[in-house]
């Protein structure tokens, strides 16, 4: 059963534009929800965070937008530039599991010069 | 600087044979974490590892084995008993979760990929 679903396997942007990353998960009791950033044969870099009390969190050119009702979170890139290409990975914890994180698929961002 | 290192960064195993994937850490760090990554898969938990002499099972435990005798370092061994080794292994590290439950992320290494012979 996957609790945390990262639906579009990939997403071709133009530099300069937005992306949009959108990530869905099921167990309400998660809040706290992560997006890490990978490049091949790398570990996943930590990007951004939200904790459930909140609804946006801003980084620079990141932005992580969470809908509880809907049970939904999207990270925006703006604007996107060649070297966001990479794997982009949604994660989401529980209070009452600890610290562990919950991982979706993840989705190939490539952004084209 | 500061950071988590696991090496090596390939590994190659035998049929029948252990293998003991090493990970250490100087973010004094509590609590540590082990992940496996499969092709067009999320990373999912082997173990984990609140605090030094203590560790649980994650998701994906069967086939493999941990110690958490020091604080830097949490190892992990690949046993024969996992039939499907091969995948790329990812350790990290992060601050135990608050006591107002106030969570940290974690970090990570570079990461360990392993290959059956």
């Known amino acids: 059963d996957q609790q945390v679903k990262q639906n579009s396997p990939s997403l071709s942007v133009q530099e300069g534009r937005i992306s949009i990353l959108n990530c869905d998960y099921t167990n309400s009791m998660f809040d706290y929800f992560l997006w890490y950033k990978k490049y091949p044969a790398e570990g996943p870099t930590f990007l951004i965070s939200?904790?459930?009390?909140?609804d946006k969190n801003e980084d620079g050119r990141f932005t992580v937008f969470l809908n509880k009702s809907a049970k939904h979170l999207s990270l925006h890139i703006v604007p996107s530039q060649p070297g966001d290409s990479a794997v982009y990975f949604c994660a989401a914890s529980a209070r009452e599991y600890g610290n562990k994180l919950v991982f979706g698929a993840g989705t190939i961002l490539r952004v084209k010069s | 600087d500061g950071g988590i290192t696991q090496s090596p960064k390939y590994l190659f195993r035998k049929e029948g044979q252990n293998v003991t994937l090493s990970c250490e850490q100087n973010l004094n760090h509590d609590a540590m974490y082990w992940y496996r990554q499969d092709p067009g898969q999320g990373l999912r938990l082997i173990y984990y590892?609140?605090?030094?002499?203590?560790?649980q099972k994650g998701d994906i435990a069967e086939g493999y084995s941990v110690s958490r005798e020091k604080k830097e370092s949490f190892p992990l061994t690949v046993t024969s008993a996992q039939k499907n080794p091969t995948a790329f292994y990812l350790c990290?590290?992060?601050?135990?979760?608050?006591?107002?439950?106030?969570?940290?992320?974690?970090?990570f290494g570079d990461g360990t990929r392993l290959s059956i012979l």
């Open positions: 939200i904790s459930s009390i909140k």
């Open positions: 590892s609140q605090i030094v002499n203590d560790f």
């Open positions: 990290a590290s992060s601050i135990p979760p608050g006591g107002q439950g106030y969570n940290q992320p974690q970090h």
